[in-house]
C-alpha cells in the first residue's frame, strides 16, 4: 500500500452454510450475497482502509474479487467450522496484516455479508464515531420496543419475566427502546480486540439501525425478506 492502513475491514464469508447453503454467494437482487457489503464498502470510501475478504474457497475468493474485495490468502480450516468464531477470524487476517506491513491498523471492522442492506453512509458514520475519540468501538444494533417486564425466560414450562420488580408495561409508548446487537457492524480498536479478544470495551457506542438494514440472512424465511424488501422497493 502507499499509504498507512488505519482501517483495516474484514468480510467474513465460509463456505460452510448450512441454513442456507452457498448463501455468500448465492444471487440476491441479480448479484452475489457478499457483492452487497462490497459494493457497500466501495462507495463509503473511507480513506486510508483496505478491505479484504477472508475465505476457505476459491470459489469465494473469484467472486470476492470480482466484487473489489482483497483476496490475499484462503482461511485455514480450522478457522472455516461451526465453532470457530469471528474474533479467530479477525485474529488470522490481522496475523496476515502484521507480517505483510510490520504494523498493525488502528481500527478493525468486521462486515458480515449476511446483512446485505447495511449502507454506505453506515460505515461511515461508524468510522467518524470512533475517530472523535468518545468510543473505543462501535456496534451496530436494532431498537426493541419492550421492557425487561414483558421480556421472558421459560422455567420449568412457564413464562418467568426478567424484571418482577414493576407491573407489566406493554405499551411501546411507555418503553425506552432496549438495543440488541444486529450483526451488520462491529468497529474496535485493534488494541483492545487483540488484548481482550472482545468488541466490547467499556466506551462501546451503539449505531442504531433500522429494520431493513439490520436484517441478517440465516434462513430462507430470512432470504424471502431480503427479496420482499428489494421488490418493495425498499433498498
Known sequence: MENSCDLLIVVPARSGSKGVPDKNIRLLGGKPLLSWTAQAITNASV????????????????????????????RPASYATDGASSIQVLEHALSWFRQQYSYLPAWTMLLQPTSPFRSPTIIRQAMDMIQDDSADAVIGCKPIFRDLTTLFRCDAGFLQPLDTAAPTQSSRQQTQALLTPNGAMYLCKTAFLLAHQSFYPSKTAPLTMGAVQSLDIDTEEDWAMAEAFIKQGLV
Do not use: K, M, Q, W
Open 47 to 74: 480513506p486510508n482502509s483496505l478491505a479484504l475478504l477472508s475465505t476457505d474457497s476459491e470459489i469465494y475468493a473469484e467472486v470476492g474479487r470480482r466484487s473489489g474485495l482483497t483476496v490475499p490468502f484462503l
